[in-house]
């Protein structure tokens, strides 16, 4: 699974050349064994041919001139020779009943008898046939009568126990021996078909290789055509679960894959409109809420008992402090601010630099180098709420950048007295204070963590909360 690819390309890529390859390997199979059947029936029957045509001449012609016609007739490859007996000793049924009926049908009546055999030929049988048609060459030189061995071939196809063929790489052997109508001699033909070429030559090989090379080539520019907009969309999905709203991807590709986009493009300018709505009516509600706080404020303030109009306007601010910070923490949900490529470093030293100049105790060690995408504002404010809070609870405030498994880490430690485990998770809700460390007095209202998950989630990162011996550790997490 290790050469797998895990991306859809690599894949499909990968998939259509193994089905390419496999079909190209079988059809070429096919080929390869179609051919060699065919040059085995060529070869079969021309000798049958051949053989009919000799003996068709040796019906038609006086015998003085049958040993010039079959030694013209014979080849080092294909030899001739009359004996009194046939070459081929006769068995209870044919040793290859199909070419005997094609020998049959084409001798007709221009012979007595027939037999014909074959088998798979080596070396020695291709050297032992040069040599007997060498031998019969001289003879006749010398004046001699085309008349051999009674036996015919020292090994016949038919003693040899292969009278039929089954390797079609092979050289073949065939030999018949036919009596004609008018003669008083068997005339014996003996041949061996070299085996067929090897399907692998050169030209075929460049043939296929140009062939594969191409349709490779081919293939994986039409798949990196279709995937190109997958890819575009995922990078457009990333980007706006990051909070960059402005992106909208071109409708193009195969017409799947063009739906897929049209659909994701309907979805975010629904998801857009959706939250711009609920965000301006909340803008709204907030903006008629200021009405009625600000009557009921100056109300208060005419109360004669001073210990009631204290208590009064005390929960005024506060339901005034609640309304602002729930606008915005829905304001940050919402907010259109274009992500832009950030140094780190730069903006945690500034925001650090803002609370020295008010006096508060905050170290920097700022020096990674790392650059993220990301709204520059939203993580200013992410950072001061979780800064203002190591003020208030620990009294000073530790801020580190580095690099952490591939991703930056903006880690704030302060000294103050922890927050229970069990409640960890609790405290990143809206509206959760933690009252047994966490003075309401000097506490705020439980949205500044709130308001600091929500930003990192807008940006793909994570923040994450766990105690110290002594103190806290926030730490914010961003892709670089």
Same mark, same amino acid.
């Given at each position: 699974?290790?050469? !797998?690819?895990?991306?859809?390309?690599?894949?499909? #890529?990968?998939?259509?050349?193994?089905v390419?390859?496999a079909?190209?390997?079988?059809?070429?199979?096919?080929?390869?064994?179609?051919r060699?059947?065919?040059?085995?029936?060529?070869?079969?029957?021309?000798?049958?041919?051949?053989?009919?045509?000799?003996?068709?001449?040796?019906n038609?012609?006086?015998?003085?001139y049958?040993?010039?016609?079959?030694?013209?007739?014979?080849?080092?490859?294909?030899?001739?020779?009359?004996s009194?007996?046939?070459a081929l000793?006769?068995?209870?049924?044919?040793?290859?009943?199909?070419?005997?009926?094609?020998?049959?049908?084409?001798?007709?009546?221009?012979?007595r008898?027939?037999?014909v055999?074959?088998?798979?030929?080596?070396?020695?049988d291709?050297?032992?046939? !040069?040599?007997? !048609?060498?031998?019969?060459?001289?003879?006749?030189?010398?004046?001699?009568?085309?008349?051999?061995?009674?036996?015919?071939?020292?090994?016949?196809?038919?003693?040899?126990?292969?009278?039929?063929?089954?390797?079609?790489?092979?050289?073949?052997?065939?030999?018949?021996?036919?009596?004609?109508a008018?003669?008083?001699? !068997?005339?014996?033909?003996?041949?061996?078909?070299?085996?067929?070429?090897?399907?692998?030559?050169?030209?075929l090989?460049?043939?296929?290789?140009?062939?594969?090379?191409?349709?490779?080539?081919?293939?994986?520019?039409?798949?990196?055509?279709?995937?190109?907009?997958?890819?575009?969309?995922?990078?457009?999905?990333?980007?706006?679960?990051?909070?960059?709203?402005?992106?909208?991807?071109?409708?193009?590709?195969?017409?799947?894959?063009?739906?897929?986009?049209?659909?994701f493009? #309907?979805?975010?300018?629904?998801?857009?409109?959706?939250?711009?709505?609920?965000?301006?009516?909340?803008?709204?509600?907030?903006?008629?809420l200021? #009405?009625?706080?600000?009557?009921?404020?100056?109300?208060?303030?005419?109360?004669?008992?001073?210990?009631i109009?204290?208590?009064?306007?005390?929960?005024?601010?506060?339901?005034?402090?609640?309304?602002?910070?729930?606008?915005?923490?829905?304001?940050?949900?919402?907010?259109?601010?274009?992500?832009?490529?950030?140094?780190?470093?730069?903006?945690?030293e500034?925001?650090?630099?803002?609370f020295?100049?008010?006096?508060?105790?905050?170290?920097?060690?700022?020096?990674?180098?790392?650059?993220?995408?990301?709204?520059?504002?939203?993580m200013?404010?992410a950072?001061?709420?979780?800064?203002?809070?190591a003020?208030?609870y620990?009294?000073?405030?530790r801020?580190?950048?580095?690099?952490?498994?591939?991703?930056?880490?903006?880690?704030v430690?302060?000294?103050?007295?922890?927050?229970p485990?069990?409640?960890?998770e609790?405290?990143?809700?809206?509206?959760?204070?933690i009252?047994?460390?966490?003075?309401?007095?000097?506490?705020?209202?439980?949205?500044?963590?709130?308001?600091?998950?929500?930003?990192?989630?807008?940006?793909g990162?994570?923040?994450?909360?766990?105690?110290?011996d002594?103190?806290?550790?926030?730490?914010?997490?961003?892709?670089?």
């Amino acid at each position: 699974m290790r050469l !797998w690819p895990r991306r859809l390309a690599g894949q499909l #890529t990968l998939a259509i050349i193994a089905v390419l390859v496999a079909a190209q390997a079988i059809t070429l199979f096919l080929l390869v064994d179609e051919r060699r059947v065919a040059l085995r029936a060529l070869s079969q029957r021309a000798l049958l041919t051949r053989t009919t045509t000799i003996v068709r001449l040796i019906n038609e012609t006086p015998a003085a001139y049958h040993t010039d016609i079959v030694r013209s007739a014979s080849s080092p490859q294909l030899r001739f020779w009359l004996s009194r007996d046939a070459a081929l000793k006769p068995m209870p049924k044919p040793a290859n009943p199909r070419l005997d009926r094609v020998l049959r049908r084409q001798l007709g009546d221009s012979a007595r008898a027939s037999r014909v055999a074959i088998a798979d030929a080596d070396a020695d049988d291709v050297r032992r046939l !040069w040599r007997a !048609w060498r031998q019969d060459i001289r003879q006749t030189r010398r004046g001699g009568r085309n008349v051999r061995r009674e036996s015919g071939p020292p090994r016949q196809p038919a003693n040899r126990g292969q009278l039929r063929t089954n390797d079609p790489r092979r050289a073949l052997q065939i030999a018949a021996s036919v009596l004609p109508a008018n003669g008083e001699r !068997w005339l014996n033909v003996e041949t061996v078909v070299p085996a067929p070429a090897p399907p692998w030559t050169g030209r075929l090989l460049v043939v296929l290789t140009a062939t594969g090379v191409l349709t490779i080539l081919l293939v994986v520019l039409l798949v990196r055509r279709a995937m190109r907009p997958l890819g575009e969309l995922s990078e457009a999905a990333e980007r706006f679960g990051t909070g960059d709203h402005s992106v909208v991807v071109a409708e193009r590709g195969p017409e799947d894959v063009r739906a897929t986009i049209r659909a994701f493009n #309907t979805m975010r300018t629904r998801l857009v409109e959706f939250v711009q709505s609920r965000t301006r009516m909340l803008a709204a509600v907030s903006h008629d809420l200021r #009405t009625p706080l600000t009557s009921m404020r100056l109300r208060a303030e005419m109360v004669d008992d001073e210990r009631i109009r204290e208590k009064l306007c005390t929960s005024l601010e506060e339901m005034q402090e609640m309304v602002e910070a729930t606008l915005s923490f829905v304001r940050e949900d919402a907010s259109s601010e274009a992500a832009q490529d950030v140094q780190l470093d730069t903006l945690v030293e500034t925001v650090c630099a803002d609370f020295r100049d008010m006096g508060a105790d905050v170290a920097t060690n700022a020096s990674s180098g790392l650059i993220a995408h990301c709204r520059p504002l939203a993580m200013r404010r992410a950072l001061r709420n979780i800064i203002e809070n190591a003020l208030k609870y620990g009294h000073f405030a530790r801020v580190d950048v580095a690099s952490v498994s591939g991703s930056a880490a903006i880690s704030v430690t302060d000294g103050g007295p922890g927050i229970p485990d069990d409640a960890l998770e609790r405290v990143l809700q809206p509206f959760v204070r933690i009252e047994e460390s966490r003075s309401r007095a000097t506490g705020g209202i439980g949205m500044g963590l709130a308001i600091a998950q929500s930003i990192m989630k807008s940006h793909g990162g994570e923040l994450a909360i766990e105690n110290l011996d002594a103190g806290l550790k926030v730490s914010l997490r961003l892709p670089v």
